[in-house]
């Protein structure tokens, strides 16, 4: 049976143990959930509960049988394009409903798998099914996305993102006029009670910081240019919903449902534009970016269009 050991960083000190683990190991928070029940994972040889906090003392042990479902199956997207690529990295053009890395609860096409179709390699860092990881997008948001593909890139790139060196850069389209058309939220970001997949404003929950500006208004929204400090599940949509500027095409978090079928959206209008860093070996400044894709210039060009 495969075991993981794992020390606790201080930024999940105090964390819910379930969430914790989960971004500590790369399963998912209900396979962890089930492991729990089952009693395999334990802090310094007590057994942990999911709502237990992670404590500042005593290794973590994490137990499981592994699963096929996890392996990286190679697939290929032929949507998803290759924007950049060198013996150490590989920037991907990720288009909607691909995954970064296989999770139990997801059976579609994966980034790993396109790339392992392709014949691509990456760096053996990480769990097995999340291998040269080094950011992810929702399977809902298109854009550009970094794998690591040498040990070095992989080290290197996993410090950069803690360190906030790499540069995103988003689009987005919301509802309404925010006000100031420019400025930063500062809000913690945690899971919502009762809700294992949506997240909100809550207290206690990790430091998050977006900035926003305006890029273009229209009479029912605004198109804003968004760079991100930090890197939490939802961030944007969460950060923009609780200013009372949901995006366009995301229910989820207050999208007008009908706005969205009006301007064929059947995603949230988000899109990864640019990313701007230090290359993680030779130490190169790099910018790659990357327009929208269809579906989103569609939806911009009926906001455009007064008639429509």
């Not at 509960?49 to 003392?57: G, P, W």
């Not at 590989?90 to 392992?116: D, R």
């Not at 992989?154 to 993102?161: D, E, G, I, M, P």
């Not at 929204?221 to 400090?229: F, M, N, Q, T, Y």
Request: aromatic fraction near 4%; charged fraction near 20%.
């Amino acid at each position: 049976m495969p075991s993981k050991l794992v020390s606790v960083p201080p930024e999940l000190i105090g964390q819910r143990a379930d969430t914790g683990l989960a971004e500590l190991t790369g399963l998912s928070r209900a396979r962890i959930q089930s492991l729990m029940t089952s009693g395999d994972v334990t802090q310094g040889g007590r057994p942990l509960h999911k709502s237990d906090r992670l404590e500042d003392h005593g290794l973590v042990t994490v137990y499981w049988e592994e699963e096929d479902r996890l392996a990286v199956r190679p697939l290929d997207v032929p949507d998803l394009e290759i924007a950049y690529l060198d013996d150490d990295i590989v920037i991907v053009n990720k288009p909607v409903g691909v995954v970064a890395h296989p999770a139990t609860s997801w059976t579609g096409p994966t980034v790993l798998g396109v790339l392992a179709a392709r014949g691509i390699s990456v760096a053996q860092g990480g769990p097995p099914e999340r291998q040269g990881i080094v950011q992810r997008l929702d399977v809902g948001t298109s854009g550009l996305m970094m794998v690591a593909r040498s040990e070095p890139a992989y080290s290197a790139l996993k410090q950069a993102f803690r360190d906030h060196t790499v540069h995103k850069t988003y689009q987005a389209v919301v509802h309404g006029h925010p006000d100031p058309s420019s400025g930063t939220i500062d809000a913690p970001i945690g899971r919502l009670p009762r809700a294992d997949w949506k997240f909100g404003v809550v207290a206690g929950g990790r430091p998050s910081v977006t900035h926003y500006r305006t890029l273009e208004a229209f009479a029912r929204g605004s198109l804003l240019e968004i760079h991100l400090e930090t890197g939490r599940t939802h961030q944007i949509r969460v950060h923009m919903s609780a200013r009372h500027h949901p995006l366009m095409g995301d229910p989820l978090y207050g999208g007008d449902p009908a706005l969205a079928e009006r301007l064929g959206l059947t995603r949230q209008w988000l899109h990864a534009v640019r990313l701007d860093f230090a290359h993680p070996v030779t130490g190169e400044h790099v910018i790659v970016d990357c327009e929208p894709p269809e579906d989103l210039r569609h939806a911009l060009s009926l906001l455009r269009d007064p008639q429509a």
